[in-house]
């Protein structure tokens, strides 16, 4: 990935006072980006076009589609014959970029914004599921190169930071129903806009 950090690695110095404040500041990243990026993608997918793929088509690089990607591209266009692609606009682009990079910050890894909401919902067993997820992305990382450089940086993050969040002050008190379903909203938008390879050779769809 050639994009940065995107702002995912903000290391907390200082303890927040309750879960509640903790889930609001990493829910509130994601579902912003979220909410500028969907009607992004419907606008630039709809002054996107349909183009043949060049014959010499080794050199290019295809782009993975997201879910919600996928059920928007199908909405607007349909399915495109053997041969052709859907060449983004600019926005379409911008959008697509948005969707992958709320994916990444959700990832409940150590203190990216995932990992805030995964330590509110869970407290101290987040740090489970933070492991479990460097196994997954190490394995993404194994079958799809773009994902290399991210692993890279996961893993500098946890021997920089720790494993494990940062406590708070209610540690033991449950989050309110609201926020619950806020976190499941969460999980709802990873998997929409999560993809197991983001940038793959072109030629790989020449079948």
């Known amino acids: 990935?050639?994009?940065?950090?995107?702002?995912?690695?903000?290391?907390?110095?200082?303890?927040?006072?309750?879960k509640r404040m903790l889930f609001d500041i990493g829910i509130a990243g994601p579902i912003a980006g979220f909410l500028v990026a969907?009607?992004?993608?419907?606008?630039g997918l709809s002054m996107s076009h349909v183009v043949r793929i060049p014959a010499n088509s080794a050199d290019l690089l295809?782009?993975?589609e997201p879910l919600l990607?996928?059920?928007?591209?199908?909405?607007?266009?349909?399915?495109?014959?053997?041969?052709y692609s859907l060449n983004m606009h600019p926005m379409a682009f911008a959008a697509w970029f948005?969707?992958?990079?709320?994916?990444?910050?959700?990832?409940?890894?150590?203190?990216l914004d995932g990992g805030h909401i995964s330590y509110a919902v869970l407290g101290p067993r987040s740090t489970?599921?933070?492991?479990?997820?460097?196994?997954?992305?190490?394995?993404?990382?194994?079958?799809?190169?773009?994902?290399?450089?991210?692993?890279?940086?996961?893993?500098?993050?946890?021997?920089?930071?720790?494993?494990?969040?940062?406590?708070?002050?209610?540690?033991?008190?449950?989050l309110d129903r609201t926020r619950v379903l806020l976190a499941l909203f969460a999980l709802v938008m990873f998997i929409l806009c999560f993809t197991p390879a983001p940038i793959q050779p072109m030629e790989l769809i020449g079948r």
């Open 62 to 64: 295809e782009l993975g």
């Open 128 to 174: 489970y599921v933070t492991f479990a997820m460097v196994g997954v992305v190490i394995v993404l990382a194994y079958f799809s190169s773009s994902w290399i450089v991210w692993t890279v940086l996961m893993v500098f993050m946890l021997f920089a930071f720790g494993p494990r969040h940062p406590r708070v002050f209610d540690e033991d008190v449950a």
């Open 69 to 83: 990607f996928k059920a928007a591209s199908w909405l607007l266009w349909g399915t495109q014959p053997d041969g």
């Open 1 to 18: 990935m050639l994009t940065g950090t995107l702002g995912a690695f903000i290391r907390i110095r200082e303890p927040i006072p309750s």
């Open 38 to 43: 969907v009607p992004a993608l419907f606008i």
């Open 98 to 111: 948005g969707l992958l990079a709320t994916a990444l910050n959700l990832f409940p890894i150590g203190q």
